[in-house]
């Protein structure tokens, strides 16, 4: 099978799953944008918990060999061989420049057949579901999350789900989506904060300040994927610039 290498930035690191083979160890996925402006999706690339956590986080530029995955049809999906790190991150405007001029919304996603994309939404309101307060061990934490994704919130469920209402932004046709957020970052952030406090409610009001807080002062996009089973939107990154940043044009070559 063919091989390619690629060199990409990373704006997403998804949750870490399982190993399908031994049932020991973790893999994570990662959305990242390459040279030429493409959103990939990224799998797997090694994971543990613990000593020895995965060597990269987003901005970071790392070299893959790829090729075509199995199962996967989604166009935009690759199958990660090897990784390196560049140790060469990108600096925030840079981002913001790869990222702008991908922003869409999800009808014209839709409309193209994508399972990746980046839209800009216009809040409406924010659902949160506290299903448990124990599971703040970050590895149950994520195990949960996994379990999640493989199972839909049919017979699985987070033991916090936060879900938008919102709509894109510039979009006529939109009338509105209910998506649930998976990124990982801001789910460390909720684990942390059921570490701190057990009251539901007052683990809502937490969450709303946090999100209050960061929106303020920064701009917001959600990077979108599809479920690999259901093909139904996810919303698996939050991408946060600060507010009125200039952006320069000083990508270093990438």
Not at 128 to 156: H, P
Request: proline fraction near 4%; charge should be neutral; hydrophobic fraction near 35%.
């Amino acid at each position: 099978m063919k091989r390619e290498k690629e060199e990409i930035a990373v704006l997403v690191r998804a949750t870490p799953e399982k190993s399908k083979k031994d049932g020991e160890g973790h893999a994570v996925g990662v959305i990242g944008i390459n040279r030429q402006g493409e959103l990939l999706r990224l799998y797997p690339l090694g994971f543990r918990y613990g000593e020895g956590l995965v060597d990269f986080r987003k901005n970071d530029l790392l070299e893959v060999t790829v090729t075509k995955p199995e199962h996967d049809i989604r166009w935009e999906s690759k199958k990660v061989l090897s990784h390196t790190n560049l140790e060469k991150p990108l600096k925030e405007r840079e981002i913001k420049e790869l990222v702008l001029p991908l922003v869409t919304s999800i009808e014209r996603l839709n409309i193209g057949g994508a399972s990746l994309g980046i839209v800009k939404p216009e809040i409406a309101n924010i659902e949160i579901n506290v299903n448990s307060t124990e599971a703040y061990d970050r590895q149950q934490y994520f195990n949960l999350m996994g379990d999640f994704l493989e199972k839909g919130e049919k017979t699985a469920r987070m033991p916090v789900e936060i879900r938008f209402f919102f709509r894109c932004k510039g979009e006529e046709a939109c009338r509105g989506h209910k998506i649930i957020l998976l990124d990982w970052e801001f789910n460390d952030t909720v684990r942390n904060i059921i570490r701190e406090v057990h009251e539901p409610a007052a683990i809502e009001r937490k969450i709303k300040d946090h999100f209050s807080d960061l929106i303020k002062e920064k701009e917001l996009y959600f990077i979108m994927g599809t479920h690999f089973t259901y093909g139904t939107w996810i919303i698996t990154g939050l991408f946060c610039p600060e507010k009125n940043g200039k952006i320069q044009s000083n990508l270093s070559g990438y």
